[in-house]
């Protein structure tokens, strides 16, 4: 099937570097050879969301659901200014989409952006694959079999790259408090910030969104009540930069990370980050709250994660992924930082665990009444 109903069929394939080879067609902008790590994400719905999540730069996304693109497309649910996934791979391209929110269909879309796509691909055989072997690199297009398997080969994955500066704003901007009145400002460092998580931060204040490459003292000449550590793309350890600048804000005024910035603000407390074998990337992953013993179901998206056995002493592990014991959050009390692994704003996703940005707002309260920051 086509991104555009009457389309002709091109027919293409994807090549992973240990040789596996899949049929299928082409579909979204077509090129010759695409190249990605290859990783699976089991949403049921929100692909839009995921495809235009930044932190799945350097990476082609495969759906385990096999069924994508029922509901279309719309100009509101893009979590960044646009796409930076290197493609898409699914079962079946919805034929016909049907939404009242839909103003446009998933085929079109990934053409519109330049992300090429493959569908009719055996994505159970393929995601069997990447959890038997983890994630792995890929090439997929119109190109030969061995031009393809050539490329995946050379494809590095996340390895050895900074992918975070080809994501990150190249300029600061603001997000507007959605209560005027609010009087907090709040500094996000955008490593890869999606939408919906600057849109969370707003419902506290003023966000002044920052390049990942922003110092510590650039950022604490703003004055801000806290610190916000986004998602992104990549190995934690290519951004030594980011670490450096946490280092600088910590025991300055409140923290708090998610994803990327958890992973981040780790190194920064000198503990290590390592790669799992196919990460998580789904809608439903169980986590378990140490501090009060609530399971929350959680978004995910990543391939790293912090090795607590390597936390510094200060530091405690508040949360726990249940399905492999990954360590999904930490916080550091006496130095008022906290970050999570998994995705409290969601989109797409359960919102159990939202009620993380309210304790970031608890956060940057106490230490204003404290007079450790400003409010
Ligand atoms: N969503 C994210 O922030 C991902 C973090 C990191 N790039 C990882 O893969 O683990």
Same mark, same amino acid.
């Given at each position: 099937?086509?991104?555009?109903?009457?389309?002709?069929?091109?027919?293409?394939?994807?090549? &992973? %570097?240990?040789?596996?080879?899949?049929? *299928?067609?082409?579909?979204?902008?077509? @090129?010759?050879?695409? +190249?990605?790590? =290859?990783?699976?994400?089991?949403?049921?719905?929100?692909?839009?969301?995921?495809?235009?999540?930044?932190?799945?730069?350097?990476?082609?996304?495969?759906?385990?659901?096999?069924?994508?693109?029922?509901?279309?497309?719309?100009?509101?649910?893009?979590?960044?200014?646009?796409?930076?996934?290197?493609?898409?791979?699914?079962?079946?391209?919805?034929?016909?989409?049907?939404?009242?929110?839909?103003?446009?269909?998933?085929?079109?879309?990934?053409?519109?952006?330049?992300?090429?796509?493959?569908?009719?691909?055996?994505?159970?055989?393929?995601?069997?694959?990447?959890?038997?072997?983890?994630?792995?690199?890929?090439?997929?297009?119109?190109?030969?079999?061995?031009?393809? &398997? %050539?490329?995946?080969?050379?494809?590095? *994955?996340?390895?050895?790259?900074?992918? @975070?500066?080809?994501? +990150?704003?190249? =300029?600061?901007?603001?997000?507007?408090?959605?209560?005027?009145?609010?009087?907090?400002?709040?500094?996000?460092?955008?490593?890869?910030?999606?939408?919906?998580?600057?849109?969370?931060?707003?419902?506290?204040?003023?966000?002044?969104?920052?390049?990942?490459?922003?110092?510590?003292?650039?950022?604490?000449?703003?004055?801000?009540?806290?610190?916000?550590?986004?998602?992104?793309?990549?190995?934690?350890?290519?951004?030594?930069?980011?670490?450096?600048?946490?280092?600088?804000?910590?025991?300055?005024?409140?923290?708090?990370?998610?994803?990327?910035?958890?992973?981040?603000?780790?190194?920064?407390?000198?503990?290590?980050?390592?790669?799992?074998?196919?990460?998580?990337?789904?809608?439903?992953?169980?986590?378990?709250?140490?501090?009060?013993?609530?399971?929350?179901?959680?978004?995910?998206?990543?391939?790293?994660?912090?090795?607590?056995?390597?936390?510094?002493?200060?530091?405690?592990?508040?949360?726990?992924?249940?399905?492999?014991?990954?360590?999904?959050?930490?916080?550091?009390?006496?130095?008022?930082?906290?970050?999570?692994?998994?995705?409290?704003?969601?989109?797409?996703?359960?919102?159990?665990?939202?009620?993380?940005?309210?304790?970031?707002?608890?956060?940057?309260?106490?230490?204003?009444?404290?007079?450790?920051?400003?409010?």
């Amino acid at each position: 099937m086509t991104g555009k109903t009457g389309n002709a069929v091109t027919e293409g394939a994807l090549v &992973l %570097a240990d040789g596996s080879v899949f049929e *299928g067609e082409l579909i979204g902008a077509h @090129v010759p050879v695409s +190249t990605g790590e =290859v990783v699976f994400n089991t949403v049921l719905s929100g692909y839009q969301e995921v495809i235009s999540d930044p932190s799945y730069a350097g990476q082609i996304i495969t759906f385990t659901y096999p069924h994508i693109g029922n509901y279309g497309i719309n100009a509101t649910d893009f979590e960044s200014v646009g796409t930076f996934c290197r493609g898409v791979i699914v079962r079946d391209l919805a034929r016909r989409h049907s939404n009242f929110r839909a103003q446009s269909d998933l085929g079109s879309m990934l053409f519109q952006q330049g992300v090429p796509g493959i569908a009719g691909i055996d994505t159970r055989r393929l995601t069997r694959l990447i959890r038997d072997h983890g994630a792995v690199p890929g090439a997929f297009g119109s190109a030969s079999e061995s031009e393809l &398997l %050539a490329a995946a080969q050379a494809e590095p *994955g996340t390895d050895g790259v900074d992918l @975070v500066k080809t994501v +990150t704003t190249p =300029v600061g901007y603001t997000v507007q408090a959605t209560d005027p009145a609010s009087r907090r400002t709040i500094v996000a460092i955008d490593f890869g910030m999606k939408r919906n998580i600057a849109n969370n931060l707003a419902r506290f204040g003023r966000v002044e969104v920052v390049p990942a490459t922003t110092s510590a003292g650039d950022i604490l000449a703003m004055d801000p009540s806290g610190v916000f550590l986004s998602n992104g793309p990549g190995d934690p350890a290519m951004s030594p930069y980011a670490v450096d600048t946490i280092q600088g804000l910590l025991g300055e005024l409140p923290i708090f990370g998610i994803c990327l910035g958890h992973q981040l603000l780790s190194r920064a407390i000198g503990a290590d980050t390592v790669k799992l074998p196919f990460g998580h990337h789904g809608g439903n992953h169980p986590v378990k709250n140490l501090l009060d013993q609530r399971i929350e179901i959680t978004s995910q998206n990543h391939n790293f994660a912090v090795d607590a056995s390597t936390l510094p002493s200060n530091a405690e592990m508040t949360h726990i992924n249940l399905n492999d014991d990954v360590c999904e959050g930490i916080r550091v009390e006496s130095e008022r930082a906290f970050s999570v692994q998994h995705h409290p704003e969601a989109n797409p996703g359960p919102h159990d665990a939202n009620y993380l940005f309210d304790q970031f707002a608890d956060l940057m309260d106490a230490s204003a009444s404290t007079g450790k920051a400003g409010a």
